[in-house]
């Protein structure tokens, strides 16, 4: 490609981000779509693979006398510190990088040149995976309330907004369209979510064009109608999620928020989520103090602290419970804006949302929100997440924060969300990754005319064909806890930092021992279990028809009997506990991959590293679960158990 | 320990009472209804990152089973006494000002064990059973003008209760206070704790769980390098130190005592732990008595050369002195100080900077601020941050984290000590040997850890406590073992897997540390336990635990016993116990009984390999009849198959 400078630069060194005394050498290689690393260390193979759409900033540094160092950030909080000897090398694999990390054109993204090896039958099922009309239909829309309107078909109405939407079945076209010139954009009402128990809804749009005084008819006969598609309650929400302060400047430019005396029956209710800027900002504080190598503890805490960023998140998930409890137990409609209402208004309808309804809490369900409330509704991916060059005023991580939102809440509902944080976090990946087709564009339209459908691949059936990864143990759909609104506690300790995103590649950082693996691997063995059950039972009818047969024809039986047994031999072997969930079926006991080395973090190698002995470096967690071989030569207790497992480790 | 069983528990649900109390008042009734349905004690206390404020009152735990009778008769939702336990008093008409839930009217039983505080106010029961061991001081608020008389309760568990009642018109009839005032600081009224009156029997005796000599065995010693000596038999070498001791084979009886001598308070380096293969060895002593001359002792330098010596594969020696060398060096002027490393040869010395028994009673202080009862939202973390309770956490974890790793990787022997050695080397010493030796992370091996490291080698509980004594401005007061618990906590946070034991466990503990019910914790150290009877006038509070041991069981509990645990203590891995240190708090409710979830896939996955070896074994039994004259057969005898439940 013409932009790769150099292909490859040799005797390259990789700092690990918390010991800059952990080093590791080996060869950088630039491909079209990737950095490489290869580590050279004699007997390791290891490899370091970056996309260039991920990565978010190249820095080159003053050169030292080691070497040139290359500082790479990436979207995914990845950072990696290379140290290149050659100061020219350096900065033409500065140069080439920055390029390749900035596509100018949509065309160049890695969506469109990523091919597996998919047959073009399958590529399209892939797209058919999620259908947003079964979501309706699945809360029971349409009805006699609610009606499928064809007014945005070919996107005349609003260009930002999908081409299906659902409204009160008493809005007509010419309601609709004049409501719609009186919202920012054309971002007129529109149902987001429906509960067809008490007939409550949540509707999106964006900020009236109210400036001081102004008014319009429609859009008040709109809101009506909104408020009269839920029978039993005679007012409704407005939910502006804006701080007061923005929604009275954005009077200035003839922009507002709606008059409680010109809407009949409305509550209005400001919720004060910042703007696209401050969460961007806040965001960047965050994340510096993420990369402090050894912070105090005060560093630490009041970092986090000051840059706001719990506060934030709070602020969103307030607003979500805001409305879900609106929802659910005071059964009223809510209608949620901000000022486009593609940013905060997509993140609180999905909070409120995952509140509301148990099935946005399962693995298939909350790819539909995220389908509905931010692609379809034209949440503005390329631009917050720079897809490609842009104004960098447009970037901003609300998306990350949605994904914060649902973390934080699985921490508190363990058992209620079907899916895991690898979930969500390979989601947050791929949202910045350009992988795949589904978070190219800024809305709907823009995904049409860059024909992703027919040329990408979809995120979501990967994610569902990869979903054993992904599923939480300790998920129970049917606890009555788990039902229903969950009712999430918003004191301050409540919520925490995630160090599984923001810190994710800093494994010296992970917990020692994962229960969540350590369930998975126990799922995953009890599965086994019962197949072995399946088994053995076969094997008895077997041996009982042998039993028939040996009486019969003695001697001969024997000698085969060994091969008739051999599977079974295998099951015994594998039975002993080092590797209990590793090789049961096809067992291979030597090669134990029990919770030894699933609770034995990846990391082991750093055992070994001698600078720990001194001491200076414990901000890292460098040592893990070591091990040492039993404890005496007589300790006769677990004959067969250890010494393979700690060999293996 | 504020309880109440709200509206449905009225009726027939018989775990609700054991549930954290005023949170029940506030919401969520499907959350309620489904802890309710388990009506097993474990269950009561459940979730992982949020738990436990299940329910305090001993007498409840102590036999669940009566309770659980008596609190599904509604009527009988009263006091359950103990064993000798009495009522001393009783008031009507009491006000209790719950900072969550509001003003309360009651009645207020006090007993020689604890107070009892009922009220049927609102719609649902709410109850308050608080042992008096938790007081640590109660004072009288506002004038004698006023119609009311309110009286506060300072608790050592971050707890402060108010209380108001009307003034005594009988000027001669004390206060219902005054009388529990008498009854919550025994020691300074001369009468007895009531530990030594509860007269509960239970299956096991929890005297007998830790004995020395077995321990050592347990360790390996005596071996060639290392023998138990009866010097301190009746405690005339140091009157803190347990009656047996590991020292190094070469130095005589004679010369320990000379060491003695130059040693704060006779606390000679002694054995803790030894590592089974290298023979890398812990111990621990008190600071030497170096004094502003830097004074010197042949006999303790040969003492250290003999530890050194004791282990053939290193040539070194770690002095680890805890404190700040700041700190240190102060104690020169006071006679003491820390080893010079031209005296030592071989020794090098570290300083850990653990700060003394003050800045943590202080630092604890100022988290009580921060926590009880109410959370100022906007400043969480920096408010947090400012009680440095996290901060010494993390010192005190690191200090160990460095002990343990030069003891495993550098295979080098290491000596412990802060000024006494009895509070900071009692710390580091058993938090290492907690990430050294899995035994310890059993329920019975962490039993043991305390009765050895803590117990006998004197950390000066019924000080730093002050069981039952009103003095509590005491500057010897100070929450060190807390400390010790809560670094207990982080690493049981980082291995889910590795303890036997679970939260609720480590929260027993610390209730009962106050609570003056068992002996354990009584008196300061093992000569005084002796002279006092303890474990003859007292239950142990492990003759409880161990009667009932599936309640304190970690149901993920893999028996790692063989590896080393080393915890990172980077600040983004230690939080706040929230579990304790905001139980009391409604908005803190357990969210989800995930324990139990815990409990359901393991109890699947065990039920499974039951009837796989079950099959296996019909499988083998109808081989091996079939193929009986086949010697050698190929069938391997079944093993025994490890579960974790």
């Known amino acids: 490609m013409e932009h790769i400078r150099l292909p490859k630069v040799e005797n390259v060194k990789l700092l690990d981000r918390i010991s800059h005394r952990r080093r590791r050498v080996g060869t950088l290689y630039l491909t079209a779509t990737h950095t490489i690393f290869v580590e050279s260390e004699a007997g390791v193979r290891n490899e370091t693979w970056v996309l260039h759409s991920l990565v978010c900033s190249v820095d080159k540094l003053a050169a030292t006398p080691s070497g040139c160092p290359l500082l790479i950030h990436c979207k995914n909080f990845q950072v990696l510190h290379f140290i290149i000897s050659k100061e020219q090398e350096c900065h033409d694999i500065h140069l080439s990088l920055q390029r390749l990390s900035q596509p100018e054109s949509y065309d160049e993204l890695y969506c469109f040149s990523y091919k597996p090896n998919v047959d073009e039958k399958e590529r399209r099922q892939e797209w058919d995976f999620l259908d947003l009309k079964a979501d309706y239909s699945r809360m029971g829309l349409p009805s006699s309330l609610w009606k499928l309107s064809p007014v945005n078909q070919h996107y005349k109405v609003s260009d930002t907004y999908p081409a299906d939407l659902f409204v009160p079945e008493s809005a007509t076209p010419p309601v609709i369209v004049g409501s719609s010139k009186f919202r920012s954009r054309g971002r007129f009402p529109a149902l987001s979510y429906y509960c067809k128990d008490n007939h409550a809804a949540i509707c999106r749009s964006s900020q009236p064009l109210s400036g001081f005084s102004a008014r319009c008819l429609e859009d008040e006969q709109m809101l009506e109608a909104i408020l009269r598609s839920n029978p039993c309650s005679d007012f409704m929400y407005v939910v502006d999620t804006r701080p007061k302060l923005n929604a009275i400047a954005n009077r200035a430019a003839g922009k507002g928020y709606e008059n409680e005396d010109n809407y009949s029956n409305i509550k209005f209710q400001f919720v004060g989520i910042e703007n696209i800027h401050v969460m961007r900002n806040s965001q960047q504080k965050m994340l510096e103090v993420c990369e402090l190598r050894s912070p105090s503890m005060s560093d630490f805490l009041e970092g986090l602290e000051s840059s706001g960023w719990l506060k934030h998140i709070k602020a969103v998930l307030d607003a979500g419970i805001f409305i879900a409890k609106a929802v659910a137990e005071e059964g009223v409609s809510v209608l949620v804006h901000c000022s486009d209402g593609w940013d905060r208004t997509s993140q609180v309808c999905s909070v409120a949302c995952v509140l509301l309804d148990p099935y946005y809490r399962t693995l298939r369900g909350f790819m539909v929100l995220i389908e509905k409330d931010w692609v379809s509704f034209g949440h503005k991916f390329s631009h917050r997440c720079k897809h490609v060059v842009g104004d960098p005023k447009e970037v901003s991580p609300i998306i990350d924060q949605l994904l914060e939102c649902v973390w934080q809440l699985m921490e508190q509902f363990p058992c209620a969300f079907e899916f895991n944080e690898r979930f969500l976090i390979t989601i947050h990946n791929h949202v910045y990754s350009c992988q795949f087709g589904n978070f190219i564009g800024n809305n709907q339209r823009e995904r049409i005319e860059l024909r992703v459908h027919e040329r990408t691949h979809s995120l979501w059936s990967y994610l569902w064909a990869n979903r054993t990864d992904y599923t939480n143990p300790l998920y129970r759909p049917n606890h009555s806890q788990t039902q229903g609104l969950l009712r999430a506690s918003t004191s301050p300790y409540s919520f925490k930092f995630w160090k599984g995103l923001y810190n994710r590649f800093d494994h010296g950082m992970h917990p020692r021992q994962s229960v969540e693996d350590y369930l998975r691997a126990i799922q995953e063995e009890t599965q086994q279990l019962e197949e072995q059950l399946s088994s053995h039972t076969q094997k008895i009818s077997e041996l009982e028809q042998e039993q028939e047969c040996s009486d019969s024809c003695k001697a001969a039986a024997f000698d085969k009997s060994p091969t008739v047994w051999a599977p079974g031999n295998n099951l015994g072997l594998a039975n002993t506990p080092q590797d209990y969930t590793g090789g049961f079926i096809t067992g291979s006991p030597c090669q134990p991959k029990g919770p030894d080395s699933i609770l034995l973090p990846k990391s082991m190698n750093q055992i070994s590293d001698a600078s720990f002995s001194n001491g200076s470096d414990q901000e890292s967690g460098i040592a893990d679960l070591s091990c040492r071989s039993p404890l005496s030569e007589d300790s006769t207790r677990d004959p067969d158990s250890d010494e393979a497992a700690y060999s293996a480790a | ?645």
């Open chain 2, 1 to 645: 320990m504020e309880k109440s069983g709200s509206v449905d528990s009225l009726g027939s649900k018989r775990s609700s009472s054991r549930q954290p109390s005023v949170d029940s008042l506030s919401s969520t009734s499907t959350s309620r209804s489904d802890r309710s349905a388990q009506a097993k004690p474990p269950s009561a206390m459940s979730s992982d990152s949020v738990s436990t404020s299940a329910e305090f009152s001993p007498e409840l735990r102590v036999k669940p089973k009566i309770s659980a009778k008596a609190i599904r008769d509604s009527d009988k939702e009263e006091l359950q006494l103990l064993p000798n336990e009495t009522v001393q008093d009783m008031a009507q008409d009491v006000t209790y000002f719950c900072p969550f839930t509001g003003a309360l009217r009651g009645t207020v039983t006090v007993t020689n064990y604890r107070l009892f505080f009922k009220s049927m106010d609102r719609d649902s029961t709410f109850m308050l059973d608080l042992p008096l061991g938790v007081v640590s001081r109660v004072e009288r608020i506002g004038n004698a003008s006023s119609r009311d008389v309110s009286y506060g309760l300072v608790c050592k568990d971050v707890r402060n209760l108010r209380f108001a009642h009307k003034q005594m018109e009988d000027t001669l009839r004390k206060s219902i206070f005054e009388v529990l005032m008498k009854f919550a600081f025994p020691v300074s009224n001369g009468l007895p704790i009531f530990a030594f009156e509860y007269g509960q029997v239970f299956p096991e005796n929890g005297w007998k769980v830790y004995d020395a000599l077995s321990e050592y065995k347990r360790q390996g010693i005596p071996n060639e390098s290392w023998r138990i000596t009866k010097v301190n038999d009746h405690y005339e070498l140091c009157d803190t130190y347990p009656s047996t001791l590991a020292v190094p084979v070469n130095i005589p009886d004679e010369e320990l005592k000379r060491v003695a001598a130059f040693r704060a308070k006779g606390r000679i380096p002694v054995l803790s732990w030894i590592h089974p293969e290298s023979q890398a060895t812990v111990t621990r002593c008190s600071q030497p008595m170096v004094g502003v001359n830097g004074k010197r002792s042949k006999e303790d330098e040969k003492y250290l050369q003999a530890i050194m010596d004791a282990n053939a594969q290193s040539h070194k020696l770690f002095i680890f002195d805890a404190r700040p060398s700041v700190n240190a060096a102060a104690n020169k002027m006071k006679g003491g100080g820390y080893e010079s490393e031209d005296a030592y040869q071989n020794a090098e010395l570290v300083f850990l900077d653990i700060h003394n028994i003050h800045v943590m009673r202080e630092s604890l202080r100022k988290l009580k601020e921060v926590v009880y009862p109410n959370i100022e939202d906007s400043h969480w973390l920096s408010n947090l941050e400012s009680t440095h309770w996290l901060e010494h956490i993390k010192l005190i974890l690191a200090g160990a984290l460095r002990i343990a790793d030069k003891v495993e990787s550098g295979k080098t022997s290491v000596v412990v000590h802060c000024s006494d050695g009895w509070d900071r080397t009692a710390q580091l010493t058993s938090l290492s040997m907690l990430m050294l030796d899995g035994y310890y992370r059993t329920i019975r091996g962490f039993e043991v850890l305390l009765e050895k490291e803590w117990l006998s080698f004197g950390h000066r509980f019924q000080l730093r406590i002050g069981h039952g004594d009103k003095n509590h401005t005491d500057a010897d007061r100070s929450p060190v073992f807390i400390q010790f618990i809560d670094c207990v906590w982080q690493l049981t946070r980082q291995f889910p897997a590795a303890f036997e034991f679970n939260e609720y466990f480590l929260v027993t503990i610390l209730d009962h540390l106050y609570s003056c019910l068992f002996g354990t914790f009584l008196c300061n150290s093992e000569q005084q336990r002796l002279k006092e009877e303890i474990p003859k006038r007292t239950v142990s509070l492990w003759s409880y635990i161990n009667s009932q041991l599936e309640d304190f069981t970690n149901p993920l509990y893999v028996n790692y016993s063989n590896h080393v645990l080393f915890p990172a203590v980077s600040l983004r891995h230690l939080e706040l116990w929230v579990g304790y240190y905001i139980r009391w708090n409604p908005r803190m409710r357990p969210q989800e009984p995930i324990h139990q979830r815990y409990k359901e896939l393991l109890a699947k996955r065990a039920e499974l390999q039951k009837r796989v070896d079950e099959l296996q074994r019909e499988v083998a039994n109808r081989s091996a009849s079939s193929a009986s004259e086949r010697p050698g057969s190929p069938t391997r005898s079944i093993t025994p198959v490890q579960t974790f439940v």
